[in-house]
């Protein structure tokens, strides 16, 4: 997408990301969680958010579907869209990770081109991506949207998994199979990642 830099200065304040993170007592990071639907991604954001603010910590979640709600309601699900989609996101959790806020984003981000292209909006300490790893047919048994039933109708297209790849992770900081773990412990799993990265003290 072609962006107009017109009249356009980039302004520093003065306070810095070191100042703010030292003040939430925590690095702030951008913590991306990928998957398909129904493995178990929201849950998760949404239990380690309530696990790192009990902490005392700044944490926010970026949730897939209520970004469509507002800031990206007029995007659709063809590829473009959706690349579209994640690069906002990556720039909005950039500003929150710069405000010193540990960020989680929880989207499906089925290409490997964008995933790479979010990772390079951060330094190498900044971004976490975790495979939040569930089969098909398990993802599909869980179905709590009933989104699989739909696309197997053909109801919804371009629909990750049906009628649209979804590409694994080659290298992701950590997967977490939520075949296998419940979302207690895979929260757990992630948390104890975290403070094993010195990201929080305790």
Same mark, same amino acid.
């Given at each position: 997408?072609?962006?107009?830099?017109?009249?356009?200065?980039?302004?520093?304040?003065?306070?810095?990301?070191?100042?703010?993170?030292?003040?939430?007592?925590?690095?702030?990071?951008?913590?991306?969680?990928?998957?398909?639907?129904?493995?178990?991604?929201?849950?998760?954001?949404?239990?380690?958010?309530?696990?790192?603010?009990?902490?005392?910590?700044?944490?926010?979640?970026?949730?897939?579907?209520?970004?469509?709600?507002? +800031?990206?309601?007029?995007? *659709? @699900?063809? !590829?473009?869209?959706? /690349?579209?989609? #994640?690069?906002?996101?990556? =720039?909005?959790?950039?500003?929150?990770?710069?405000?010193?806020?540990?960020?989680?984003?929880?989207?499906?981000?089925?290409?490997?081109?964008?995933?790479?292209?979010?990772?390079? +909006?951060?330094?190498?300490? *900044? @971004?976490? !991506?975790?495979?939040? /790893?569930?089969? #098909?047919?398990?993802?599909? =048994?869980?179905?709590?949207?009933?989104?699989?039933?739909?696309?197997?109708?053909?109801?919804?297209?371009?629909?990750?998994?049906?009628?649209?790849?979804?590409?694994?992770?080659?290298?992701?900081?950590?997967?977490?199979?939520?075949?296998?773990?419940?979302?207690?412990?895979?929260?757990?799993?992630?948390?104890?990642?975290?403070?094993?990265?010195?990201?929080?003290?305790?």
């Amino acid at each position: 997408m072609t962006v107009k830099k017109m009249n356009i200065t980039r302004h520093e304040g003065k306070v810095t990301k070191e100042e703010r993170c030292s003040r939430n007592q925590a690095n702030s990071v951008l913590i991306w969680l990928t998957g398909l639907s129904a493995s178990g991604k929201s849950t998760i954001a949404y239990e380690l958010e309530r696990l790192l603010f009990d902490a005392g910590r700044s944490v926010y979640v970026l949730d897939g579907d209520n970004v469509r709600y507002g +800031l990206n309601k007029d995007l *659709g @699900f063809s !590829e473009d869209d959706r /690349r579209e989609n #994640l690069r906002r996101i990556g =720039e909005i959790a950039k500003l929150f990770v710069d405000a010193g806020v540990i960020t989680i984003a929880a989207f499906i981000s089925p290409y490997r081109y964008d995933r790479r292209m979010i990772r390079s +909006l951060f330094s190498e300490k *900044g @971004f976490i !991506e975790i495979y939040v /790893r569930c089969p #098909l047919e398990v993802c599909e =048994e869980r179905d709590p949207k009933g989104l699989y039933k739909k696309a197997r109708k053909g109801e919804i297209p371009n629909f990750t998994g049906v009628s649209d790849p979804y590409e694994i992770p080659e290298h992701p900081e950590l997967i977490v199979d939520t075949s296998l773990l419940s979302a207690d412990e895979s929260v757990d799993m992630i948390f104890q990642y975290i403070k094993a990265k010195k990201i929080i003290d305790n």
